[in-house]
């Protein structure tokens, strides 16, 4: 199954983590029969933030184009698969010029481990992806001290499309493809 990696932007550090999270957004991906992935994200009011485009070459590698509301290019996520399911993700902005990467590893029961780095190589949060016997995924974000700053819970419906509804500790949280 293909992932739509997201990430979580503007999270805004607090001297305490309450238990209270709220609605940021939604994300919702389709499929066409090439195996091309379109996904449109909007925020906590039901507006498009934007949208990200994926498409798969004969080798399992992903290229994913992300767009403002406005369907202007905002940036690239290049993903490449290793032997053991693995994967590295360059993200760069529409310039070009290299913003990130994510690194994820998959273990034996399929649950994944993403550590996202700036373009110095310092970690700026992790997120941790696990799956249902369902095929519905629950991911939870952690910043780079290991707090807890947001929720990702996916499902999938009867046509193959997925819906994620994303939670932050933050009201001020905006949901951003990279």
Known sequence: MKKVILSIAALAFTASIMAQTYRVGTSTSSTDYWGNQQTTHKNAYGQTTGTSTTTTDYWGNQKTTHKNAYGQTTGTSTTTTDY???????????????????????????????????????????????????????????????????????STNLWGETESQHRSNSSSTTITTW
Request: proline fraction near 0%; charged fraction near 10%; charge should be neutral.
């Open 84 to 154: 053991w399911g693995n994967q590295q993700t360059t993200h760069k902005n529409a310039y070009g010029q290299t913003t990130g990467t994510s690194t994820t590893t998959t273990d034996y029961w399929g649950n994944q481990k993403t550590t996202h780095k700036d373009a110095y190589g310092n970690t700026t949060y992790t997120s941790t992806t696990s799956t249902d016997y369902w095929g519905n995924q629950n991911t939870t974000y952690k910043d780079s001290y290991g707090n807890t700053i947001g929720t990702t819970a996916t």
